[in-house]
Structures are given as structure tokens and as C-alpha cells.
């Protein structure tokens, strides 16, 4: 049950296509400036990226299912978020990113489960919409008893 659960704490690609042969990886830097002391707000869960490298989040809207905590940092053009849930351990998922003139294109690399990643046509442009300024989970991960 945890695993279906967990499942759906990455978001998934809208409208995935093939790598432009124009995109260039992002540096470390642009990376880490997306995502530091920003909020994901995926579909049903939500994560921190605090920047001292610490993440925490929660599974549920509107009602939290299990809440998640664990570090975050980029390699290369790399952001890993490693986790744990209050029943599991050792969780990670990775997103790679690329620009292709002003657009932003993401590549969810690496799956916590181990389910296959799409390196063929697993690209997607909205995840950096989902990203907003703050610690934007706190309330909700208290309430679902995130220590």
C-alpha cells in the first residue's frame, strides 16, 4: 500500500515528447536557483526545497495521506530529492533539465520505485510552473504528523 501511495508523490509528465536536438542541460546553479526555498505543487502532493538541502512534503489534497522528509541536491544538470516516508526508507527521485531558448524541459530520471524512466519521449515543459516561492507545506505536514 505504501508503494502506491509514494507512487504518487513525483509528478507525472503531461504531454511528453522527444528531447529537442537544440536543448542545452542546465548548469547546477539554474537548477538550484529554481528550486531553493521553493514548493512543488504537484496534483496530489507537495514538497519544500529548503535551502540548506533539507525537503519534506506531503501526499493527499485535501486530505493528507503520509507525509515524506529527506535532503535534495543537484549534480550536473541533476536535482535529487532522497526521502523517507514514516514506513519507508530510502527513496529517491531525480529530474533532469535542459533549456531550449526560453523553454524549460524537464526528464523525471530517476523513479523511486525503479519503474522504467522514458528517455525517449518522457520530456515535459510545465513542471516549473508548479514550483512557487516558500515554504508552502508546513501547516499541512504538521497536520499530517511530519516531525
Known amino acids: 500500500m505504501t508503494a502506491a501511495v509514494i507512487l504518487c508523490i513525483a509528478p507525472f509528465p503531461v504531454l511528453a515528447d522527444p528531447l529537442p536536438k537544440t536543448a542545452k542541460p542546465m548548469t547546477p546553479d539554474e537548477i538550484t536557483k529554481l528550486y531553493s526555498g521553493k514548493t512543488t505543487d504537484w496534483k496530489i502532493s507537495s514538497a519544500y526545497f529548503a535551502p540548506d538541502g533539507t525537503v519534506k512534503g506531503y501526499l493527499g489534497k485535501p486530505v493528507v495521506k503520509t507525509t515524506f522528509k529527506g535532503t535534495w541536491k543537484v549534480t550536473g544538470n541533476e ?25 524549460v524541459i524537464t526528464l523525471w530520471s530517476r523513479h523511486f520505485d525503479g519503474s522504467k524512466v522514458d528517455e525517449a519521449n518522457g520530456y515535459y515543459k510545465n513542471e516549473v ?3 512557487k516561492a516558500g515554504d508552502l507545506v508546513s501547516t499541512k505536514y504538521a497536520e499530517g504528523g511530519g516531525t
Not at 536535482?79 to 523553454?103: A, H, Q, V
Open 129 to 131: 510552473a508548479k514550483l
Open 79 to 103: 536535482i535529487c530529492m532522497d526521502f523517507s516516508t514514516p514506513k519507508d526508507s530510502g527513496l529517491s527521485d531525480c529530474w533532469k533539465y535542459w533549456r531550449n531558448g526560453k523553454e
